[in-house]
């Protein structure tokens, strides 16, 4: 059974860090990439950002809120990945919820879709 | 602002069928496949509809998806209580280098 795990949320001040992970279990970790979303309270979806699968260069990608705040990382001895979220501010408050992502290779590249999701941890930002 | 537009809401009332309609552009919906998640209250999202219109295994043949153009439509026959939920659209965007979501329409069964 595919499972992801995210931990590390919590109650944490404007411009504090915090690091959240994502334990997974039932696949083959370093054969997928893997995003995060968020979701403030009683809005909508949002995408943060993805890394890809080894095979795929390992590399990653943002969504422009959080480009440059959040870099996101993964071990795959472990098959956990991490979303390190850096100066923090209150907008930043939501659910964040880690998904496993398999790709298709289209003609115009590869695209990512969002299969597993998490339970998602919560993250407050306030004074 | 969404980049794919839903309508906020919708209803049915049991037995009934339901489509919540999801509008994009050329550079998402209209060359990219469209997946659809569902949201229960208080629960992480989960897929229901991936590549237009494939449905992961144990999602009832109930709900299906299609697209023509730009925009794209999720169907729910024989509505049932357990449906009522949140329900997302999204697709890949070519512009923006990333996925893109709807807003998201709370579905109501009277």
């Known amino acids: 059974e595919v499972q992801l795990v995210e931990s590390g949320g919590g109650l944490v001040k404007p411009g504090r860090s915090l690091r959240l992970s994502c334990a997974t279990s039932g696949f083959t970790f370093g054969d997928y990439a893997v995003s995060w979303f968020r979701q403030a309270p009683g809005k909508g979806l949002e995408w943060v950002g993805f890394?890809?699968?080894?095979?795929?260069?390992?590399?990653?990608e943002y969504a422009a809120s959080v480009k440059g705040r959040f870099p996101i990382s993964r071990d795959d001895s472990k098959s956990i990945a991490y979303l390190q979220m850096n100066s923090l501010k209150t907008e930043d408050t939501a659910v964040y919820y880690c998904t496993r992502a398999p790709g298709i290779t289209m003609v115009r590249g590869r695209r990512y879709y969002f299969d597993y999701w998490g339970r998602g941890t919560l993250v407050t930002v306030s004074s | 602002q969404s980049v794919l537009t839903q309508p906020p809401s919708a209803s049915g009332t049991p037995g009934q069928r339901v489509t919540i309609s999801c509008s994009g552009s050329?550079?998402?919906?209209?060359?990219?496949?469209v997946y659809w998640y569902q949201q229960l209250p208080g629960t992480a999202p989960k897929l229901l509809i991936y590549t237009i219109n494939q449905r992961p295994s144990g999602v009832p043949d109930r709900f299906s998806g299609s697209k023509s153009g730009t925009s794209a439509s999720l169907a729910i026959s024989g509505l049932r209580s357990e449906d009522e939920a949140d329900y997302y659209c999204?697709?890949?965007?070519?512009?923006?280098?990333?996925?893109?979501f709807g807003g998201g329409t709370k579905l109501t069964v009277l």
């Open positions: 050329s550079s998402n919906i209209g060359s990219n496949y």
């Open positions: 999204a697709t890949w965007d070519d512009s923006l280098s990333g996925p893109v």
């Open positions: 890394i890809r699968s080894k095979a795929y260069g390992g590399t990653t």
